[in-house]
């Protein structure tokens, strides 16, 4: 059985660093074709594409924010991470991580509960 | 980045009423390797987005038949045949052919 959860820190404040975790059982990210995305939704809003990081280590990011994300893998833990720098108020959202399978060609098939984040002073 | 375009963005349905999503693509979402990476995604209030339909048209494990995708190049559309109250939520397309990985605005369907 597929699991994927999310942790963060709830709330911080503008130009602090959030941090994410996302822990997942059921698959290894060190199998061939396997790969994490983190995606998030704004309170009423759409999905926006946040990064992906595949079983090789190989990392993608959404141009958008790139400059400010850093995404990573704790294989043996069965962990990825999200890191994204100087947050402001328009980062308040909910953050998912997916798995990514290549059988569903690179679908996001199984997806966490999701964790909200309040960036406010 | 790819602008994906979900019409209507509120669809209105009966129980056992057919319904269709449009998704247009500002690009060709055709793949140098053949594959048109297009997905689709029900996302139910207050529940966390699922795979219904990977590749336009193949269905996700577990979605029922109801379920069908079908289009090419920059249009693309999602059919319910036969809504049930479990269907209710908001649709998304989401296209993974260019980068960065783009979503549509999202349908939301809601009981007449």
């Known amino acids: 059985q597929v699991t994927l959860k999310e942790s963060g820190p709830g709330i911080l404040q503008p130009s602090q660093t959030l941090s994410l975790t996302c822990t997942f059982s059921g698959f290894s990210l060190s199998t061939y074709g396997m790969g994490v995305g983190w995606i998030r939704q704004p309170s009423g809003k759409g999905l926006e594409w946040l990064a992906n990081i595949w079983w090789d280590d190989d990392k993608y990011y959404n141009p958008s924010l790139k400059n400010r994300l850093t995404i990573s893998k704790d294989t043996s833990n069965n962990q990825a991470f999200l890191k994204i720098t100087n947050v402001d108020t328009a980062d308040t959202a909910t953050y998912y991580c997916?798995?990514?399978?290549?059988?569903?060609?690179?679908?996001?098939?199984?997806w966490g509960q999701g964790v909200m984040v309040t960036v406010s002073s | 980045d790819v602008v994906l375009t979900q019409t209507p963005p509120t669809s209105s349905a009966t129980i056992g009423q057919s319904v269709s999503i449009s998704c247009r693509s500002s690009q060709s979402l055709l793949d140098s390797d053949g594959n048109t990476y297009l997905y689709w995604y029900l996302q139910r209030p207050s529940q966390s987005p699922q795979l219904l339909i990977y590749?336009?048209?193949k269905l996700g494990s577990g979605v029922p038949n109801r379920f069908s995708g079908s289009g090419s190049g920059t249009d693309f559309t999602l059919k319910i045949s036969g809504v049930e109250a479990e269907d209710l939520g908001v649709y998304y397309c989401?296209?993974?052919?260019?980068?960065?990985?783009?979503f549509g605005g999202g349908t939301k369907l809601e009981l007449k």
């Open positions: 997916a798995r990514i399978a290549s059988y569903v060609y690179y679908g996001f098939d199984y």
């Open positions: 590749l336009v048209s």
């Open positions: 989401v296209q993974g052919t260019h980068d960065p990985r783009t």
